[in-house]
């Protein structure tokens, strides 16, 4: 029933007046509406308006219209049953929403106008009985994908959403409670920037962005998830949810989507809050979100339906999805594109989960479908402490560690490789620690570094091209077929730390390193080194390695200048060793002179035979050289003599005259 003239709403003006004083402002005083609201009559506003609650629950079954704005105060409950529709003053009307054209439309509002409904703290506002989709305010605009609210709203209080529609609530600020009950489909829109800085309680579906508008809740204290909350963007946009998500039972999620170009950014944490009201839940124990409970209320789920999803912002290490196998899933999907997941924290994360593609709690069903990327922050330290189940490539950014298993029990971790899109990208250093599965590698490339650090064995094969160094600190890495020539150095670095070249082929490293107690176990001969060779550990030669004829067998060919430092445990130089049931020594001079070789003669026993018989050589040549300059200078002595007497006849026969052949002029004077 409309309300009757006297009963109508009209903004009272008070003015107090005070002898000798200067005459005091006017102040609008809103007007007061709760008789009309209580006695279930419609109202039409004409200015700011206040409906004063009492206790209890109030049902309103009339309709709210006009121009103004609507307070509810006081303490109980507000029930509407019937849709309402205003406007408010025109004073106040600066919100600017627009609507781009083309194939791809996208609504942007700006400049909001101020809240025309608020609820005060202590005061609740329910929209709607429970059943239906009436008993909401709002003035709508319909646009591509949205039904535009106008009508924004102020929430220090409790906003109870009890409709079954789809809501745009309008812009949302204040500091208090808002919540959509369950089952109350489709659920919530948030298109817009929202100041609010409350708790928001999601029963059914929150629709955070949306491919034709944006979502922020930059302020947003918490958001109470129990049912799925969707992220979204138009093309090419960067959605960010910086909110904290709290589970209270089974059954709820968080679905991420995406377009060319745009990217989802979760960087709160999505745990289970077993204590507290809905309006203020909260976690006794962080150990709670890894422990099966009754019920599997803890239970917390992601899908990512072909999207590009991170997680982190490279600000924080707080990680998104605390929890393991039991008691959470990541569900990895493929629809135009491939999934992409990737961790961007500044500090140590662990994802305790398998990331697999089966459906909802299913989720080991089915392989995920996409790629897994560890960004290139600082600093930015994440362990796999579970097998993995998706089927693409893990990237490792510069910087970045991704780190295979925790190196404590029961938190090994692997990748999935029996796939065509696997392959292990690293620019930054892969380390495997698990301490009893046994993984296998391949396709290996970057420029980072690999450590193989845990108690198990780790093999590596096919593909291995990253250039980065190679580290054993534990547990044995094992090459089949594979090679680490293009590593920058191999070093065993620790006791009990083993390489295994059994069945790896001919192998050539640009050096090595070998601390006392590692193992070296070598395979097909020579292993050959660019650069300096450090041996200080135990050497284990593969049966049939070495020939049962060969006068000396290379066990390490260096090609470099430098000579070989250290010598294996219990192996000295010039030691005798039996292999292949022969009898050799060892040598770290050999070859060039800086390869470890095994002969059948001791090497320095050589060198020592050889330095005797040079010195007979020596003196004996010495002995020869004399007695053969004795002779040459004996052999030139006469010839000397010889000349000089030729010449001596030769001047005697000159001055003698001839018998009977004399002239007077002839003779000497």
């Excluded at 200015?47 to 105060?73: E, K, P």
């Excluded at 009950?181 to 962005?209: C, E, K, M």
């Excluded at 190679?470 to 890495?477: D, E």
């Excluded at 002779?631 to 018998?659: D, E, K, S």
Aim: hydrophobic share 35%.
């Amino acid at each position: 029933m409309w309300l009757t003239k006297t009963a109508c709403v009209v903004a009272a003006v008070v003015l107090g007046v005070v002898p000798g004083a200067p005459a005091a402002r006017a102040v609008a005083v809103p007007a007061d509406i709760t008789a009309a609201i209580y006695a279930d009559r419609n109202v039409t506003l004409a200015g700011d308006a206040v409906v004063r609650l009492t206790g209890g629950t109030t049902t309103y079954s009339g309709v709210i219209g006009g121009v103004g704005t609507l307070t509810v105060t006081g303490t109980g409950t507000l029930v509407l049953t019937k849709d309402s529709d205003f406007l408010i003053p025109p004073s106040q009307r600066r919100e600017k929403v627009t609507t781009s054209g083309g194939p791809h439309p996208v609504t942007t509002i700006s400049n909001p106008d101020p809240p025309a409904v608020i609820v005060d703290r202590g005061a609740t506002l329910q929209y709607g009985p429970g059943p239906g989709a009436s008993g909401v305010i709002g003035h709508f605009d319909e646009r591509p994908g949205l039904t535009l609210n106008h009508l924004n709203i102020r929430v220090d209080g409790h906003l109870d959403v009890a409709v079954h529609r789809a809501l745009h609530l309008g812009i949302m600020s204040g500091s208090g409670f808002i919540s959509a009950r369950r089952a109350t489909w489709p659920g919530l829109v948030l298109a817009g920037d929202h100041p609010f800085s409350g708790v928001l309680y999601n029963g059914t579906v929150i629709q955070f962005g949306a491919t034709t508008y944006m979502t922020r809740l930059p302020n947003v204290r918490k958001i109470v998830n129990q049912g799925s909350a969707i992220h979204d963007m138009p093309l090419g946009r960067r959605l960010v949810d910086g909110a904290d998500y709290d589970s209270r039972n089974w059954g709820n999620d968080i679905n991420f989507h995406s377009r060319p170009g745009g990217m989802v950014v979760m960087t709160g944490v999505y745990s289970w809050a077993d204590r507290g009201s809905d309006a203020n839940p909260w976690l006794s124990d962080p150990a709670l979100n890894f422990r099966v409970v009754p019920h599997n209320d803890n239970k917390r789920g992601v899908n990512i339906e072909g999207a590009n999803v991170q997680w982190g912002d490279g600000t924080h290490h707080r990680f998104f999805l605390p929890g393991n196998k039991n008691t959470v899933y990541i569900n990895m999907h493929q629809a135009r594109t491939r999934s992409r997941l990737t961790f961007d924290y500044n500090g140590p994360v662990s994802l305790g989960a398998p990331i697999s593609g089966g459906i909802y709690h299913d989720t080991l069903s089915a392989p995920g479908l996409g790629d897994v990327v560890i960004a290139g922050t600082r600093g930015n330290d994440v362990t796999f402490a579970a097998p993995q189940n998706y089927d693409g490539a893990t990237t490792i950014g510069r910087g970045a560690v991704l780190r295979l298993g925790t190196g404590g029990p029961g938190g090994d971790g692997s990748l999935r490789t029996r796939s065509s899109y696997y392959r292990i990208i690293d620019n930054g250093v892969l380390v495997v620690q698990n301490s009893k599965t046994a993984l296998t590698l391949s396709r290996i490339s970057g420029a980072g570094s690999f450590t193989q650090a845990g108690r198990s064995t780790t093999t590596l094969t096919g593909r291995i091209t990253y250039t980065g160094a190679t580290t054993v600190a534990g547990g044995t890495l094992a090459l089949r077929g594979g090679t680490l020539a293009n590593s920058s150095g191999v070093a065993l670095t620790k006791p009990g730390a083993g390489l295994d070249l059994t069945r790896a082929g001919k192998q050539t490293f640009t050096g090595l390193s070998q601390a006392a107690g590692s193992t070296l176990k070598l395979g097909r001969l020579p292993l050959t080194v660019t650069g300096r060779v450090a041996v200080h550990g135990n050497l284990v030669i593969a049966p049939g390695t070495v020939s049962r004829t060969a006068r000396q067998v290379t066990l390490v060919d260096t090609t470099g200048t430098q000579p070989v430092s250290g010598s294996f445990r219990g192996l000295p130089e010039g030691t005798s060793l039996t292999v292949a049931g022969r009898k050799l020594h060892i040598s770290y001079r050999g070859g060039d002179g800086n390869d470890v070789v095994l002969t059948t003669r001791s090497i320095a026993v050589d060198q020592q035979t050889g330095s005797a018989r040079g010195k007979r050589l020596a003196s004996k040549a010495s002995h020869w050289h004399v007695a053969t300059g004795l002779a040459l200078a004996l052999f030139l002595m006469f010839v000397l003599v010889l000349i000089l007497g030729l010449h001596r006849t030769r001047r005697q026969r000159r001055h003698t005259t001839p018998l009977g052949n004399g002239h007077a002029g002839d003779r000497p004077r």
